[in-house]
T-cell receptor
Framework: GDSVTQMEGPVTLSEEAFLTINCTYT??????LFWYVQYPGEGLQLLLK?????DKGSNKGFEATYRKETTSFHLEKGSVQVSDSAVYFC????????????????FGQGTILTVHP | GAVVSQHPSWVICKSGTSVKIECRSL??????MFWYRQFPKQSLMLMAT?????????EQGVEKDKFLINHASLTLSTLTVTSAHPEDSSFYIC?????????FGPGTRLLVL
């Protein structure tokens, strides 16, 4: 079945440090890949996504590239801020009919990120 | 942007009672909604897929008679936890699907005493 494996957390960084959160996946089909972020006390928000190999998703300074050869979608940010402290979830969805990717999501276990001033 | 609301945001109930949680898409219609359960410091586990006008599809291991799902309209899905027990205490999250992605509600924290 489909699965997502994320880097173990928690991750603690100082402000302006470089961030990498590893994510690898296994999927029976051709998945779309997502990173979601959950800020304290809030619901999940889509951070970025990529729908095909070599696509790069980016948002708010975060980036992730869909690597089919290594089945990975690692999240990176060059300079983190205190406001980036949250839980980050990698997820996949197998492409549905007509090329849509609204199928059910399979999540990784989440990585807690804490950024100190 | 697309907004999904959940009500209530938290609820405390006695063991044996039933609790209903509402999930609404506020500014868009969603033929498909999903219900997840999240345990502390763990990932989201999909419970069921709710399709407007038809029966929900439950994931393996989820009791359909305990977790009743109704998707009465294109903007509303409800999850009823029947005869709740302390082990049902959790964080329940819904999402509403568009063709591009899912938009998540803020979650409902349930505590069964």
């Amino acid at each position: 079945g489909d699965s997502v494996t994320q880097m173990e957390g928690p991750v603690t960084l100082s402000e302006e440090a470089f961030l990498t959160i590893n994510c690898t996946y296994t999927a029976t089909g051709y998945p779309s890949l997502f990173w979601y972020v959950q800020y304290p006390g809030e619901g999940l928000q889509l951070l970025l996504k990529a729908t095909k190999a070599d696509d790069k998703g980016s948002n708010k300074g975060f980036e992730a590239t869909y690597r089919k050869e290594t089945t990975s979608f690692h999240l990176e940010k060059g300079s983190v801020q205190v406001s980036d402290s949250a839980v980050y979830f990698c997820a996949l969805s197998v492409v549905g009919a007509g090329g849509t990717s609204y199928g059910k999501l399979t999540f990784g276990q989440g990585t807690i990120l804490t950024v100190h001033p | 942007g697309a907004v999904v609301s959940q009500h209530p945001s938290w609820v405390i109930c006695k063991s044996g009672t039933s609790v209903k949680i509402e999930c609404r898409s506020l500014d868009f219609q969603a033929t498909t909604m999903f219900w997840y359960r999240q345990f502390p410091k763990q990932s989201l586990m999909l419970m069921a897929t709710s399709n407007e006008g038809s029966k929900a599809t439950y994931e393996q291991g989820v009791e359909k008679d305990k977790f009743l799902i109704n998707h009465a309209s294109l903007t509303l899905s409800t999850l009823t936890v029947t005869s709740a027990h302390p082990e049902d205490s959790s964080f329940y999250i819904c999402s509403a699907a568009t063709e591009e992605t899912q938009y998540f509600g803020p979650g409902t924290r349930l505590l069964v005493l």
